[in-house]
């Protein structure tokens, strides 16, 4: 069984940079790693996704240019380097793993993390 853990979170000031990773345990081999976040009273929504090899990459609108998805399968680790942060970045951020290719929904990923909170003051 896939078992995920995020760590990084914390609280920064807006403008500020953060840093998230994802271990992984269990069999990951040729999986999708994504990122969601989840604000308070909000839904869940999709933020960055990388494919096994690293060729594929998706990001929201309202991060491009600012977050950086990527991966070591050496290490079974994902990382999401968020800089330039606003305060509508404040969420509740998950890690998650599919076996399925290029995608970036969220009813598609398999395997999810408890989250760590991100909290950009103004």
């Known amino acids: 069984q896939v078992r995920l853990g995020e760590s990084g979170g914390g609280l920064v000031q807006a403008g500020g940079s953060l840093r998230l990773s994802c271990a992984a345990s269990?069999?990951?081999?040729?999986?999708?790693m994504g990122w969601f976040r989840q604000a308070p009273g909000g839904e869940r929504e999709f933020v960055a996704a990388?494919?096994?090899?690293?060729?594929?990459?998706s990001y929201a609108d309202s991060v491009k240019g600012r977050f950086t998805i990527s991966r070591d399968n050496a290490k079974s680790s994902v990382y999401l380097q968020m800089n330039s942060l606003k305060p509508e970045d404040t969420a509740v951020y998950y890690c998650?793993?599919?076996?399925?290719?290029?995608?970036?929904?969220?009813?598609?990923?398999?395997?999810w993390g408890q989250g760590t909170q991100v909290t950009v003051s103004s």
């Open positions: 998650a793993a599919t076996a399925r290719t290029r995608t970036i929904r969220a009813y598609e990923y398999d395997y």
């Open positions: 269990g069999r990951t081999f040729s999986y999708t």
């Open positions: 990388i494919s096994w090899s690293g060729d594929f990459t």
